[in-house]
């Protein structure tokens, strides 16, 4: 079956360090995505991807970056861990064109900043 | 640009009856989705229904089915038969219809508890 997955899912790390979070799909999605969720704040979006070589801001991209050099991998990596970067991650996934089908998640990282 | 508001940070529901959830959105565009996603302890987002803007009929999933109100952008959860199983946080999604674009807004979410 496909899946999205997620790695590490629990890390903990020192400020200063960089981090890098794994997301591997195997739906053979176009789009995928990355999110923060914190309380009181939903899904906050961090940065996207419409496709390889492709990537794209969003709302709370500040610290974060991505590459797309495939059609199932968007690793994401924090450059400088910051301490109101601890938050839990979200990888998704999503077809293209029309008749959304919604998107897929994986199972999130839960990331501490020391 | 499109917002998402959903105004119930907690709702309580006793088992076997109904709720309604909340959710209203913001936008200028015709074409657009409406997702509701329910997200158990697990941290697990599961979607549980879809609305499509140009389909006046409402969806429905088994015990989960929503009030659609397109001209007041109002987007309602209804689950009949609360379950224990449905205590979650609960997660409303809009995506434009554009070509092109495929990014989802997501609101606040709403934390229902089932009371046994």
């Known amino acids: 079956d496909a899946e999205i997955t997620q790695s590490p899912r629990h890390k903990i790390t020192e400020t200063g360090r960089q981090v890098t979070l794994a997301c591997h799909q195997t739906w053979n999605h176009n789009n995928m995505f990355w999110y923060r969720q914190d309380l009181g704040h939903g899904l906050r979006l961090i940065h996207y991807?419409?496709?390889?070589?492709?990537?794209n801001k969003g709302e709370v991209s500040d610290g974060y970056s991505v590459s797309r050099s495939n059609t199932e991998d968007l690793p994401l990596t924090l450059e400088s861990a910051a301490s109101s970067q601890t938050s839990v991650y979200f990888c998704?996934?999503?077809?293209?064109?029309?008749?959304?089908?919604?998107?897929?998640f994986g199972p999130g990282t839960r990331l501490t900043v020391l | 640009a499109q917002t998402v508001t959903q105004s119930q940070p907690e709702m309580s529901v006793q088992e076997a009856e109904t709720v309604t959830l909340s959710c209203t959105y913001d936008?200028?565009?015709?074409?657009?989705?409406l997702f509701w996603y329910k997200q158990p302890p697990s941290r697990q987002m599961i979607l549980v229904i879809r609305?499509?803007?140009?389909?006046?009929q409402n969806a429905t999933e088994n015990r989960f089915s929503v009030n659609f109100q397109k001209a007041a952008k109002s987007f309602s959860l209804k689950i009949s038969d609360s379950q224990l199983g449905d205590a979650a946080m609960y997660f409303c999604a809009y995506r434009s219809g554009v070509s092109g674009t495929y990014k989802y807004i997501f609101g606040t979410g709403t934390r229902l508890k089932v009371l046994a």
């Open positions: 936008t200028s565009e015709s074409d657009y989705y």
């Open positions: 998704a996934s999503s077809e293209s064109g029309g008749g959304a089908r919604g998107q897929y």
């Open positions: 609305q499509e803007a140009y389909k006046q």
């Open positions: 991807s419409y496709g390889v070589q492709d990537t």
